[in-house]
């Protein structure tokens, strides 16, 4: 099985902040690579696939980035309404498998 | 509107079976592969399962936890996707969310598309 590894587990910003994510593949997926955001209490919601592209509605401050075994997900510029848990997933081969979550908090 | 609608969850004892149920609306239910992930209380998403089109014969994936265990179907009159369980136990009890995938390759469909979730509980 393909394990997926987020860093870091929590991370705390503030509002205008741009931080960064960063996913690890145990081996190359290309870039069958997905980012979900979960916010508290909430059904995720899809942000990027394919590593890089972002799902209709999904604001331009979020991107994606990466290929192999090595992906980021970076804000640019942290909304209040960004304050959640992100997830990453691969896409490559079964069974799929997701990362563990890195919470994002005000700090 | 994309909707996915989850029913079915409720509390059962360990060893007994469920049915969850996803009301899927507002695209063409055969075009796409659709999953079950699960989420169990305080942590993170786990990939369940997965069906996929009607091209590829609706074919079923699991994860291993479940494989054996568990059955993906859908209603091949309706736009229903079906999630059986059977021989539950207690680690079983998760938040059960229906998913759609698009696709951007024939080898590659990416969830796109979220239900908001049925809870199951497994306990005596």
């Known amino acids: 099985d393909i394990q997926m590894t987020q860093s870091p587990s929590s991370l705390s910003a503030s509002i205008g902040d741009t931080i960064t994510i960063t996913c690890r593949a145990s081996q190359g997926i290309r870039n069958y690579l997905a980012w979900f955001q979960q916010k508290s209490g909430k059904a995720p919601e899809s942000l990027i696939y394919a590593a890089s592209s972002l799902q209709s509605g999904v604001p331009s401050r979020f991107s994606g980035s990466g290929s192999g075994t090595d992906f980021t997900l970076t804000i640019s510029g942290l909304q209040p309404e960004d304050f959640a848990t992100y997830y990453c997933q691969q896409g490559h081969s079964y069974p799929l498998t997701i990362g563990g979550g890195t919470k994002v908090e005000l700090k | 509107e994309v909707q996915l609608v989850e029913s079915g969850g409720g509390l059962v004892q360990p060893g007994e079976s469920l049915r969850l149920s996803c009301a899927a609306s507002?695209?063409?239910?055969?075009?796409?592969?659709m999953d079950w992930v699960r989420q169990a209380p305080g942590k993170g998403l786990e990939w369940v399962g997965r069906t996929r089109d009607k091209g590829k014969s609706y074919t079923t994936e699991y994860a291993a936890s479940v494989k054996g265990r568990f059955t993906i179907s859908r209603d091949a009159s309706g736009n229903s996707l079906y999630l059986q369980m059977n021989s539950l136990r207690t680690e079983d009890s998760a938040l059960y969310y229906c998913?759609?995938?698009?696709?951007?390759?024939?080898?590659?469909?990416?969830?796109?598309?979220w239900g908001k979730g049925t809870t199951v509980t497994v306990s005596s």
């Open positions: 998913v759609r995938s698009g696709a951007v390759a024939a080898n590659y469909h990416y969830m796109d598309v």
């Open positions: 507002g695209f063409t239910f055969s075009d796409h592969y």
